[in-house]
């Protein structure tokens, strides 16, 4: 493929994936979701449904956000994980996967339980999603690598989870690297610039889209970005509620 489209992330904001998914090019782009699909917004099966249809019909990289990594410890371990994982926005997934009110209405271990029997495909689906993609000179990851050693050392939880370390490290790997997971708005320090974040071979492509932000998606080529579209959210305004 002659370019990449990357998605942010999505967050079970269903409307908004469908919207940008009209600017992807299947011939000539290889698609990639920079993971975080599912909690917080209203729809996450809907948006793992599709991400399995985009991967199955056109070979898209589908990446592994620490929300993935959430949704899979708690079906692991329910008992254990419920409280933080409502609280991180499992809620929403919960009921998106079975109904309303849900969560209050079955104890952890009969939701796990339910899920299980439901959506045996979805599981082992995303059970291996992959934790980097690499294409030519640019690194795709959720959330960072460790800056501290070679990149291809970082540890799993750092793929998910890792902020400040990686976003004010010296970036010697020799990579551009496309990250989600920390908002644009929190990188650039003012709570409210929804743009694409760049500094020092990084790009920070996630614009809030589920708190009133902006869903991104980026084409790049192997002379750097071709395209930026930018979606607003125009469901409700911009109000970043971690």
């Known amino acids: 493929m002659d370019q990449v489209f990357v998605i942010g992330d999505i967050h079970g904001e269903f409307g908004m994936f469908q919207a940008m998914l009209k600017h992807f090019q299947a ?60 609280h991180n926005g499992g809620k929403e997934t919960i009921e998106s996967l079975l109904h309303k009110g849900a969560t209050a209405e079955y104890s952890p271990t009969e939701i796990a339980m339910m899920i299980r ?18 294409w030519g000179k640019y690194l795709f990851v959720h959330a960072g690598v460790d800056l501290t050693k070679e990149w291809t050392e970082t540890a799993k939880t750092d793929f998910l989870w890792i902020r400040e370390p990686f976003h004010h490290g010296k970036n010697n790997t020799g990579k551009t690297i496309v990250f989600g997971h920390t908002i644009t ?24 889209a589920v708190f009133g932000g902006s869903l991104h998606g980026v084409v790049f080529d192997q002379t750097g970005i071709v395209e930026d579209y930018e979606l607003s959210n125009t469901d409700h305004p911009w109000q970043p509620d971690f």
């Open 185 to 208: 708005p929190m990188l650039y320090g003012d709570m409210q610039t929804t743009a694409l974040w760049q500094s020092d071979g990084k790009i920070g492509i996630d614009g809030g």
């Open 27 to 86: 011939k000539t782009q290889q698609l990639i979701l920079i993971g975080d699909l599912n909690d917080r917004g209203p729809k996450s099966k809907d948006c793992w449904l599709l991400a399995m249809e985009l991967v199955r019909k056109y070979q898209a990289v589908y990446l592994r956000g620490n929300h993935e990594q959430y949704f899979l410890e708690f079906m692991e371990a329910p008992e254990d994980w419920f409280p933080s994982y409502l």
């Open 117 to 134: 029997s439901r959506y045996k495909e979805l599981l082992q689906f995303l059970e291996v999603l992959p934790f980097y993609c690499e």
